[in-house]
Nanobody, 123 residues
Framework: QVQLEESGGGLVQAGGSLTLSCAAS????????MGWYRQAPGKEREFVAA???????????YYTDSVKGRFTISRDNANNRVYLQMNSLKPEDTAVYSC?????????????WGQGTQVTVSS
């Protein structure tokens, strides 16, 4: 069984930084794509960033356009974790950020979800 738990959210002023962490338990997720989604009040959940599984032996990351150049996703397979480094935060980044995982190369329709962590960016 796969369980995901996020941490690292909080309140930060615009222009500041936060690092989110997602810890996975139950099994190794080296063969799972992992990533982050977010949902702001009154809006649909949107994809933020993801990193591929180790299929083919290459890890690739990809991002939604609004966070490119500001956010960096990384994974530590030895510790079964994925991170999201968020820099130059904007008020529009305010949302609940959820970690997700899916067995396979790419994160398309996540099979597992964390409970989410709140990120609030003040003006």
């Amino acid at each position: 069984q796969v369980q995901l738990e996020e941490s690292g959210g909080g309140l930060v002023q615009a222009g500041g930084s936060l690092t989110l962490s997602c810890a996975a338990s139950g099994r190794s997720l080296s063969s799972y794509a992992m990533g982050w989604y977010r949902q702001a009040p009154g809006k649909e959940r949107e994809f933020v960033a993801a990193v591929t599984s180790n299929i083919s032996g290459v890890f690739n990351s990809y991002y939604t356009d609004s966070v490119k150049g500001r956010f960096t996703i990384s994974r530590d397979n030895a510790n079964n974790r994925v991170y999201l480094q968020m820099n130059s935060l904007k008020p529009e980044d305010t949302a609940v950020y959820s970690c997700a995982a899916e067995r396979g190369r790419y994160l398309v329709g996540a099979d597992y979800w964390g409970q989410g962590t709140q990120v609030t960016v003040s003006s």
